[in-house]
DNA sequence: TTGAAAGCGATACCAC
DNA sequence: GTGGTATCGCTTTCAA
């Protein structure tokens, strides 16, 4: 089933098919309506690999992201996608679980699909990588990464800054033992999360015990991670989780050994994950506008081509504190 | 950048360059390697859109669900990109947020596609839709509708035990004033499930008092339902939720009563996703083994392809139920 | 307004 | 072993 056998249908020629299914070009009112009705008697639908082949562009954009089942990326994933649709996009996604050969993979794969742009949401990038898919001279959007260039733009979020105002919202309540669960601490952005944390902590120096432990990024990863961190024998009063997701299993292992939060233990996430106010207590968190992150992702990749092309683009995102009950004073204030 | 730039590269015709790409056909080792190195210096990588449509298959599969952000469907799309990649296809996946005309867009979109085979995961499933997709001639596999026929597969979980199972333990707990928390009760589907809880319940007819309220499917929505079910003045000793995502939000709606869970109420949810394990108290829920979903949904599309021309299969899913802590003795027994 | 024909970038069959 | 070429389904000049 294919153009010709529409025009045949229709009696006209293929390219006046294809004039009527593109709207492009002018048409006889009458021949149109017997090209649609063809259409519809045959339940055409158009070969897109075809039309993208012949029209030299793609009406796809990819997206890679470190893991799917982290809401965190999930939000973005499904903001950048309502984006697409509403301009006739449609968005390939990846998921690396973290893993460097399957980003490698997944960016040859977006590469060979030919994406219209592609946005790399990753904790896992590499400079080779990143060298090799600067020169394919595509729209290219990074997260965290890299530095803008010609159709190169990054959304950077000042992670540092988030982790600063929460240990500060910490230490102002008192909190002097505090302890940080993270995850993947060998992949460069993310040991950089750690060093946020120990760089504020610095700031402290000598009046602030810590210590840190790592595990997968997903609840079960936090929950373990907790486990080792008190079985350690350390006694933090404050807990500070790298994200939301994680920080699910945080507050679940507190739970289980009878530790009250907030008023044994504090805890803070980050990301603000809608899940983050459904936890009990609410979670006390660090606000990254997911949804502005994919809105900003489509607008770099598909929107400001001209721009784009010329020079790339930085967009910068400020986060927020936001204090819920999963923290309150320390328990020597109380 | 096309295989034709290579083949030049390497002094070759582009057939044997395809040969080699291909590993198709006897290619001299002196001549294998020179197109290698070709590749490589010239960072080449094959269009996909091309391939496939001189192919003639694609090597991708399609995927619809009704809300990726629920993680029963992620879980289910998860599993069947991670089966798929083991086999060297991609998961290109829509999203319908229930709306039956996204859904048909989706569809279409898939058809355009010409994807390899369609997993169809979504409750707003139409008949006519649904022929449609039949006469495509093209493996689909359908979750919870419709009936296997050539190149149709289904994937059916016996919904109705499962809730029974959860209304008869219930009932055996000791409680006799129950609710139900659904969503989307409009879709046939869906109005199946709320259907299941009604019958299951007429089976006490006169001994249990019972009472519905819908809402959107996620935790905002269970939130909400609880609301205005306990604003109706209706007072449940338990509360049957439809899937364990909205479940989340009952049991927030209900800490933030003041009514202890299960003290003064049980929830017990449906799905068992990974997040039930990780509420305050662990959900009461029914198991629906996602991951097998995904595998078996890859399976019918992939895999026996002969079996599957000639007739179709159908997969039955019995669910299980999970007692955790978000239930127990009705309020009177204690 | 319409049709013929040249690509788009691969695969695959058929010669040599 | 290797090269030529028809073909996949569509878009897009260029003429008519």
Redesign the pocket.
């Known amino acids: 089933?294919?153009?010709?056998?529409?025009?045949r249908h229709a009696?006209?020629?293929?390219?006046?098919?294809?004039?009527?299914?593109?709207d492009?070009?002018?048409?006889?009112?009458?021949?149109?309506l017997r090209v649609l009705r063809a259409v519809k008697s045959l339940r055409?639908?158009?070969?897109?690999?075809?039309?993208?082949?012949?029209?030299?562009?793609s009406q796809t954009l990819g997206m890679i992201v470190s893991n799917l089942e982290n809401p965190f990326f999930l939000d973005i994933f499904c903001a950048l996608e309502s984006d697409a649709h509403r301009h006739g996009y449609e968005v390939l996604v990846a998921n690396t679980d973290y893993q460097p050969r399957r980003l490698v993979s997944s960016v040859h794969l977006m590469m060979?699909r030919?994406v219209a742009g592609l946005a790399v949401i990753v904790s896992e990038m590499d400079p080779s990588l990143m060298k090799e898919l600067m020169e394919q001279n595509q729209p290219i959007v990074f997260y965290d990464v890299g530095a803008p260039a010609p159709n190169i733009s990054n959304i950077r979020v000042n992670y540092e800054k988030g982790i600063q105002k929460a240990v500060e919202y910490l230490y102002s309540m008192g909190h002097r033992r505090t302890a940080f669960v993270g995850h993947h601490t060998r992949l460069t952005p993310l040991l950089d999360r750690k060093r946020s944390f120990l760089e504020a902590m610095k700031h402290y120096n000598g009046k602030v015990e810590w210590t840190t432990a790592t595990e997968r990024d997903s609840p079960e990863g936090g929950q373990l991670a907790t486990r080792q961190l008190l079985e350690s024998g350390f006694k933090p009063t404050a807990i500070i989780v790298v994200n939301d997701f994680m920080a699910l299993g945080v507050l679940k292992e507190l739970r289980e050994r009878g530790l009250h939060v907030p008023k044994d233990v504090s805890v803070t996430g980050y990301d603000n994950i809608g899940l983050s106010n459904f936890t009990c207590p609410p979670l006390t968190t660090v606000n990254i506008p997911r949804a502005e992150i994919g809105r900003l992702a489509f607008e770099a990749l598909v929107l400001q081509k001209d721009e784009m092309r010329t020079q790339g683009r930085e967009f910068r995102i400020n986060p927020e504190l936001i204090v819920r009950e999963s923290s309150g004073p320390a328990p020597s204030l109380l």
């Open positions: 089933m294919n153009l010709d056998d529409v025009a009696h006209v020629s293929i390219a006046t098919a294809s004039r009527v299914l593109n492009t070009g002018p048409v006889k009112n009458s021949t149109r055409y639908h158009p070969n897109l690999q075809a039309r993208s082949l012949a029209g030299g562009k060979g030919r």
